[in-house]
């Protein structure tokens, strides 16, 4: 099956799926929040290692995600700023009482779990606004276009390769062509939905 094809099987079944979970809201979206928070942190985890670095301590992520998820969910901020800074401690000192720890390698690692964990904290905590199913349908629609515009862009004018050693396809024009595509988008919904 080609690129083109996959992404299209992608849209026609993950879209409605998505947005039907969005919809749902509470504990549905929060089990979809964390699938996609794991898959992605498997997927940087991944990532780490074609850069040549080496994940630290790969089981403290898939544990703390699901803590800090639950924290937001439940909009507990004193459980998100501890929890949030305990871990941002622990992997400082890795590097001291773990020899074989190398200290980029255990900020790289603190760094994936805080952009997979945050990002699904960022997304249960839009839901439960008073706007919270258009503002989280939003987000998921820039993450749409930017993916399908920088494939196009990509596709047909990419010549300048964005980060070779990690993923060898990506373009800088197609990166340009992704933010381009997703301003757009933001502008257009900011004019036809506009939030308070």
């Keep these: 099956m080609s690129m083109l094809k996959r992404r299209a099987m992608t849209i026609i079944i993950g879209v409605p799926l998505i947005i039907f979970f969005v919809y749902l809201g509470g504990y549905w979206f929060g089990i979809l929040v964390l699938m996609i928070s794991l898959l992605g942190l498997k997927e940087y985890f991944n990532l780490m290692k ?50 074989k720890v190398k200290y980029w390698e255990s900020a790289i690692s603190f760094w994936v779990i805080i952009s997979t964990g945050g990002t699904g904290s960022f997304l249960l905590a839009t839901r439960l606004l008073p706007e919270g199913f258009l503002a989280t349908v939003f987000f998921f629609i820039f993450i749409w276009v930017t993916d399908i515009m920088a494939y196009v862009i990509g596709s047909l004018a990419g010549r300048t390769p964005l980060a070779p050693q990690i993923s060898p396809r990506k373009t800088v024009e197609g990166a340009i062509g992704g933010l381009a595509g997703s301003t757009l988008a933001g502008l257009i919904l900011a004019c036809f939905f506009p939030l308070s």
């Design 50 to 99: 074609k850069g040549g670095w080496k994940p630290v301590v790969k089981a403290s992520g898939y544990f703390f995600i699901p803590l800090a998820l639950y924290a937001a969910y439940k909009g507990n901020l004193s459980l998100i700023v501890f929890l949030w800074v305990f871990l941002f401690a622990v992997f400082n000192l890795f590097p001291i009482f773990l020899p």
